[in-house]
Structure formats: structure tokens, C-alpha cells
């Protein structure tokens, strides 16, 4: 891993609709310990649409990061995502649904991809952000912690299990984002957190 990332402070929203954020997130060193709502030093403030057991890490490909940093001209530091794991050497966006990972002593399960919203916008100070995100199509993951411990930025992250439906993030990314065949593929694979199902249940047409 590249680094493993906590929230530095509670910081105003700067899309104004929430008066505080937690996206500031930024690397510690040493073994952290995790659990299954998440890092040790972490935290989600708007608990409504983030965090929980089935979204209590966030993984985002640092080969995602440097193509960012090249489209857009500047440097981004790690955890600017707001992730916790800044990853290298590994297909977050091909990672199947329901597929494991060992770091150190913990496993984490992939449960869905990141959806962008205004509080990522105002973090990021980029105009249309939302949309240019969401047009690149690398979401990094959202991950449930099946197995607590511990883990440190020079562990490396092993797949130890990966479902043979094949459905990625990048798939599910796509059909909670307007592709409607994507959906009704999604809807169909049985590892899906029940937040996810949930909200893909909502999204199928009747």
C-alpha cells in the first residue's frame, strides 16, 4: 500500500450541505487497529450516507490518484480521496463484489464503489467534479471488515477470495449511475450488502 489514511479533523463543508465533513483524511504510520466499523483514529460524519459495517474502509488505486494528478494538473496527497487505504498494484475498479482481501491480520470484503457527492466537490474545488468522476469510472471501493486486527502501509493486500459472478465495482458503479442493463445484471448476484441491495432495489424499474 502507498498509505493508510485517518480523519485529521472535523472540517466545514464547503458545498454547504452539511455544516461539518470528515473527508480530511490523512496517512498515519505504525500498525492500526481495525474493526468492523472501521480504523482506529477514523471517523464518518455523516453517518447517514457513510460509514457503517458495510462501508467502514474505503479503498481507492493510487494509479487512480497519479492519473488524476496528470488530468488535472496538481498533486494529490494521499488520503485527499478520503480514502483509508491508498492501494498500489491492485484492480480496485475490477474488483469483484463479495471478493476478499488479507492486509496483516485483517480481511477486508469488497461491498460497492464510492458514489460522488457535493461534499467531495467542495473538498476537491474542482468545477463539475461530481460529473468528471463519475464519467472516469474509477470509484475506488467501499469494504466490510469480516475479519478484525490489524494492518500497517507496508503490509501488502492479498486477494484471498474472489466469487465467480465476475459483477466488479466498476459494474456496480455503472448501474447505480444510469446504466440500466448493469442493473438488472447487479441485481442478480447474491454477495451484495444488504445496503446495496437495498438501494438497488429501489433503482430497478418496476
Not at 137 to 161: C, F
Not at 183 to 205: F, G, I, M, N
Request: neutral net charge.
Amino acid at each position: 500500500m502507498l498509505s493508510v489514511n485517518v480523519v485529521h479533523a472535523l472540517i466545514p463543508d464547503r458545498s454547504g450541505h452539511l455544516d461539518r465533513t470528515a473527508i480530511d483524511k490523512r496517512p498515519v504510520s505504525g500498525r492500526v487497529q481495525v474493526s468492523a466499523l472501521g480504523l482506529d483514529g477514523d471517523s464518518q460524519y455523516d453517518t447517514k450516507h457513510h460509514g457503517g459495517t458495510d462501508a467502514a474502509v474505503y479503498a481507492y488505486a493510487g494509479e487512480d490518484v497519479a492519473w488524476w494528478e496528470e488530468t488535472l494538473g496538481r498533486s494529490i496527497a494521499p488520503g485527499q480521496f478520503g480514502e483509508n487505504l491508498t492501494t498500489e498494484g491492485l484492480d480496485v475498479t475490477g474488483a469483484v463484489l463479495g471478493e476478499r482481501w488479507r492486509v496483516g491480520t485483517v480481511e477486508l470484503r469488497v461491498s460497492g464503489p464510492r458514489i460522488p457527492c457535493a461534499t467531495f466537490q467542495g473538498w476537491m474545488g474542482e468545477r463539475r467534479w461530481v460529473k468528471r468522476f463519475t464519467q472516469r469510472g474509477a470509484p475506488g471501493a467501499y469494504l466490510q471488515v469480516p475479519v478484525e486486527g490489524e494492518l500497517a502501509v507496508d503490509d501488502r493486500i492479498e486477494v484471498v477470495h474472489r466469487p465467480g459472478h465476475g459483477v466488479t465495482v466498476g459494474d456496480m458503479f455503472r448501474a447505480l449511475t444510469g446504466d440500466k442493463d448493469q442493473l438488472v445484471r447487479v441485481a442478480r448476484v447474491p454477495d451484495l450488502s444488504e445496503k446495496a441491495r437495498d438501494v438497488v432495489r429501489r433503482l430497478l424499474p418496476p
